[in-house]
């Protein structure tokens, strides 16, 4: 079956406690994204990659590192988490063609809280 | 760079009765367009989408969107809704213009409670 994975489902940690948060694919897709949602605000891009190697900024991508050393998987790791980072994170991938990406399948989510 | 507003944060209807939940976007390039569902306590899914072709776009459980390139819209229609439709519901817009810009830009969605 085709997913993205994500885990953990739920963590609660207490403020500056590093956590990583791992997300795999099982589709072959050149292209993984990291958001959080938070109510009201919709959801923002932390970072993304284009393939293995190749990661870029979106659009709140303070507090947060990522790595893609394997295709499949795209780990979120928060060094030193605070409590604004309690949030819902979601992983999502994608195909590149041509000059863009197409639809994003997501994970089933991450609720994280900093205490 | 890219973006996307729903104009409604939230939409109570009545069962049965139609429903139309606004996006509007802004792009200087051509864009793709997609509506997600989100179900309480789960995760994203995608509804519909337009990448090009045919504007106007339909879902398997009766959803439809139009694309108006001269009003950039996507707005979402329901002629009959019901409970099961109650969720959340997020349109998102990429483009297809390579470069830096591979990024999907969403709005901050719109809550559609169904009233029996």
């Known amino acids: 079956e085709a997913q993205v994975t994500q885990n953990p489902r739920y963590l609660i940690t207490v403020t500056g406690k590093k956590l990583t948060v791992t997300c795999s694919q099982n589709?072959?897709?050149?292209?993984m994204s990291w958001y959080r949602q938070d109510p009201g605000l919709g959801l923002r891009q932390i970072y993304y990659?284009?393939?293995?190697?190749?990661?870029d900024k979106g659009d709140v991508p303070e507090g947060y590192k990522v790595s893609r050393k394997e295709k499949r998987n795209f780990p979120l790791i928060l060094e030193s988490p605070s409590p604004n980072q309690t949030s819902l994170y979601f992983c999502?991938?994608?195909?590149?063609?041509?000059?863009?990406?197409?639809?994003?399948?997501f994970g089933p989510g991450t609720r994280l809280t900093v205490t | 760079a890219q973006s996307v507003t729903q104009l409604d944060s939230q939409v109570p209807v009545f069962e049965e009765a139609p429903v139309e939940l606004r996006c509007n976007y802004s792009s200087s390039v051509s864009v793709y367009l997609f509506w997600y569902v989100q179900y309480p306590n789960q995760g994203l899914q995608l509804l519909l989408k337009?990448?090009?072709?045919?504007?106007l776009v339909e879902s398997i459980n009766g959803f439809e969107a139009e694309f108006n390139k001269s009003q950039t819209s996507f707005h979402l229609r329901k002629p009959s809704v019901h409970i099961s439709d109650t969720a959340e519901y997020f349109c998102a817009v990429t483009t297809n213009s390579g470069g830096s810009n591979y990024k999907l830009t969403f709005g901050k969605g719109t809550l559609l409670t169904v009233n029996p």
């Open positions: 999502a991938s994608s195909l590149i063609i041509g000059t863009g990406i197409r639809e994003q399948y």
């Open positions: 589709m072959n897709h050149e292209y």
């Open positions: 990659s284009m393939n293995v190697e190749v990661t």
């Open positions: 337009y990448l090009s072709g045919s504007t």
